[in-house]
T-cell receptor, first 116, second 111 residues
Framework: DSGVTQTPKHLITATGQRVTLRCSPR?????VYWYQQSLDQGLQFLIQ???????AKGNILERFSAQQFPDLHSELNLSSLELGDSALYFC???????????????FGEGSRLTVL | DQQVKQNSPSLSVQEGRISILNCDYT??????FLWYKKYPAEGPTFLIS?????DKNEDGRFTVFLNKSAKHLSLHIVPSQPGDSAVYFC??????????FGTGTSLTVIP
């Protein structure tokens, strides 16, 4: 158990819809990362938040947005869903100490999104 | 633009032999490299890491080698065990911020 909790584990929805994925980081971790893993693809970095503020942005579509709340949990919002958005979405957390981060990410079990 | 590449999607090795998983990267500014292991229906878990100031890091049966001039990273598992069967992702980071992952190599250790 990594200590990172993601909900829901599975989600099936239709094209054009909007969904919200939720992540609770490990206790004490200030940084949250979102990754997308599509079929036969690696983990594509979407976005990182640190202590409530956006820290880094990757290949995140404009239809997607995220935020980190004061209690440090994070939500990834996916809107106007397309078939190609079907993927496994992972949240990870880490402790950041300036530039001396250990580099270790703790991943949740993922949220599997299926868009029909 | 895939900055971290794992060109072998799969690898099969006999139990007790050495498993060598390879990874190439394009950005010479990466300063930290990691390997993660993933079992089905689970999230990736950290396995071993190496800083760019080193060329080798060892942890039990797992050794990571870094060749900065070739921008190449490898993970050696010896001896390989059936429980090592999993998907292995290599990752690279810039000062611990963005982490770039490869596409993964599925390792099967045959008993």
């Amino acid at each position: 158990d990594s200590g990172v909790t993601q909900t829901p584990k599975h989600l099936i929805t239709a094209t054009g819809q909007r969904v919200t994925l939720r992540c609770s980081p490990r206790s004490g971790d200030l940084s949250v990362y979102w990754y997308q893993q599509s079929l036969d693809q690696g983990l594509q970095f979407l976005i990182q938040y640190y202590n409530g503020e956006e820290r880094a942005k990757g290949n995140i579509l404009e239809r997607f947005s995220a935020q980190q709340f004061p209690d440090l949990h994070s939500e990834l919002n996916l809107s106007s869903l397309e078939l190609g958005d079907s993927a496994l979405y992972f949240c990870a957390s880490s402790v950041l100490a300036g530039a001396e981060d250990t580099g270790e990410l703790f991943f949740g079990e993922g949220s599997r999104l299926t868009v029909l | 633009d895939q900055q971290v590449k794992q060109n072998s999607p799969s690898l099969s090795v006999q139990e007790g032999r050495i498993s060598i998983l390879n990874c190439d990267y394009t950005n010479s500014m990466f300063d930290y490299f990691l390997w993660y292991k993933k079992y089905p229906a689970e999230g990736p878990t950290f396995l071993i890491s190496i800083s760019s100031i080193k060329d080798k890091n060892e942890d039990g049966r797992f050794t990571v080698f870094l060749n900065k001039s070739a921008k190449h990273l490898s993970l050696h598992i010896v001896p390989s065990q059936p429980g090592d069967s999993a998907v292995y992702f290599c990752a690279a980071s810039l000062t611990g911020n963005q982490f770039y992952f490869g596409t993964g190599t599925s390792l099967t250790v045959i008993p």
